[in-house]
């Protein structure tokens, strides 16, 4: 099976931080320190991709340099709709994909990025599931 991102998981995740429920992403160093953050700037890429505008290289960010691998949470309580993605990511510091992650990225997210120093996160997505780990879709291997 091959990931197909949804019209629904697409138009959600664009529009969490303005529904006031930003994804919030998971990482973990190469000893296994984990860390979690929120990210207004999730969006999906496209059909098999998210990806997040990182504007602060810390914490996570620092992480994936060492250990690409990540989830990305999705939780509306209003709708009662909840997934997770995980992958790996690609990172961008200039090019045509980082112009392409700055464009669809939020202003608000921009506007605290005014020097626009931050780096494009790419996610290729190898599974979804719902929070109780059920798979929704997975690459098969």
């Known amino acids: 099976m091959t990931i197909e991102i949804t019209s629904e998981m697409k138009i959600l995740i664009n529009n969490a931080l303005s529904d006031k429920y930003p994804c ?23 059909s098999t991709e998210l990806a997040f505008w990182e504007r602060t290289r810390k914490g996570g960010f620092a992480q994936l340099t060492d250990n690409p691998h990540i989830v990305v949470m999705y939780r509306n309580t209003e709708l009662r709709k909840s997934w997770r993605f995980y992958g790996e990511v690609a990172i961008y510091d200039s090019g045509e994909i980082r112009d392409k992650v700055m464009k669809k990225t939020v202003q608000p997210e ?5 020097d626009r120093l931050g780096v ?22």
């Open 24 to 46: 919030i992403v998971g990482t973990s160093s190469l000893d296994g320190l984990p860390n979690v953050s929120y990210k207004g700037s999730a969006m999906v890429f496209s």
């Open 110 to 114: 921009l506007d605290r990025d005014p």
């Open 120 to 141: 494009a996160v790419v996610i290729t997505v190898t599974k979804i599931t719902t929070l109780g780990g059920e798979i929704v879709q997975e690459v098969s291997g």
